[in-house]
């Protein structure tokens, strides 16, 4: 247990004294009087950490081929360095054709390539979000857990190296891949910031300005077809005509069939009403 609190206290004086060296190493050279104000200006330049923006959009835009404005599109991204993440194409008969695409774009030329996105060149936009978050901490922060992980697990292996019982082994090895697994976690968080901040996400959804062409067929084929369509027409039109004439039809049944019985039985009782045979 000394020799792991040895360690720990080893790993703090280094990681202090990288600091100072890089401190020393980055600090501009001493200069006069004069130009002590400039030294200034660059030092808090050097200090001052990198902005880390993630940006996400998502842009509809309406255009009568949508497979052509699609096809600009990925000319657009591809030709400003970025990748289609993902693409939807919806061409079902009987829907509008659309699609949507998720483009990963260089950060540098993500407005750029957001207002070609939503131009005339690829159709008519309909609706734009965009969205900006600021990890310029979060990033920091995971830089600086990273050098501390390292450092200590620095100190951890050179620990295990003057251990000198079976015990004192395990108890290192077990700090050693704790702090391995924790390592890990954290640099894989750190790629996924490195990765979302280099390349905004930029969707694209592509709606087509009408209805899908019909498939339209020739000859006799074309004919049946043609008529078939024309017979079922008819035959809907006369159901559906039937359907609102039937209610009518019951309530005229109702009340005309007792008015036409009891009339024809007062005509048959009137006197010389009965049909009179032949002479």
Known sequence: MLLIGGCAGSGGSSGTAGVARSGAAG?????????GGA???????????????????SVTVRAGDVTAAASRAKQIVTGAGGYIGSEDAETSSGSRPG????????????AE??????????????????????????VADVDSRVASAKATLASFR????KATTVSEV???????????????SLQARQRTLAR??????????????GAPAKRRTHGFTGGLAAGWRAFTAFVGALTLALGW?????????????????LRRRRRLSRPGAEPQGPA
Do not use: W
């Open 27 to 35: 600090a501009p050279a001493l200069r006069g009087p004069a130009d």
């Open 39 to 57: 030294a200034k200006a660059a030092e808090a330049a050097n200090l001052a950490p990198a902005q880390a923006i993630v940006y996400t959009a």
């Open 99 to 110: 699609t949507t695409i998720t483009f990963k774009v260089p950060a540098a030329r993500y």
């Open 113 to 138: 390539v957001l207002d070609r996105l939503g131009s005339a060149q690829i159709g008519r936009r309909t609706s734009l979000q965009q969205h900006a978050e600021d990890v310029t901490q979060e």
């Open 158 to 161: 050179a620990l295990l190296a």
């Open 170 to 184: 395990i108890r290192v090895e077990q700090e050693i891949s704790q702090r391995e697994a924790d390592l890990e």
């Open 196 to 209: 979302q901040t280099a390349y905004a996400t930029v969707t694209l959804r592509v709606d087509g300005g």
């Open 245 to 261: 004439a039937l209610p009518f039809l019951v309530v005229a049944a109702v009340i005309g069939l007792p008015v036409y019985g």
